[in-house]
């Protein structure tokens, strides 16, 4: 029978891989404002998701708005298409 009420008390933490520091508020508010400056954000974007440097929070971050990029750029082809489609179909039955 095991008598051990909890098996996490006797983890060695010394042994633990050290974990990221957290990133500030201020860490925050910085990124946040490279990020809205026009070209400058896409160069900051993928430095920080593939560079190698950044905070692993800050690269998740980069990868998830890159992607979250990718779709709106994809909604936006299949848009265009469907509307030049249209005006394209309607100007011919005219």
């Known amino acids: ?3 051990n009420v909890n098996p996490g008390a006797n983890v ?3 042994n633990q891989p050290q974990s990221a520091p957290i990133l500030t508020v201020k860490d925050w508010l910085v990124t946040m404002l490279i ?3 026009p070209v ?3 160069i ?3 430095v920080w998701a593939f560079g190698g440097g950044a905070n692993p929070s800050k690269a998740n971050y980069a990868k998830a708005a ?3 990029m990718v ?3 994809v909604l936006y082809l299949i848009m265009t298409f469907l ?3 249209l005006i394209g179909s309607s100007v011919k039955m005219k």
């Open 35 to 37: 990020l809205i400056i």
């Open 44 to 46: 900051m974007l993928f």
């Open 83 to 85: 509307i030049v489609g």
């Open 71 to 73: 779709i709106a750029f």
């Open 40 to 42: 400058v954000n896409l």
């Open 12 to 14: 060695n933490y010394a």
């Open 1 to 3: 029978m095991n008598t």
């Open 66 to 68: 890159l992607i979250w």
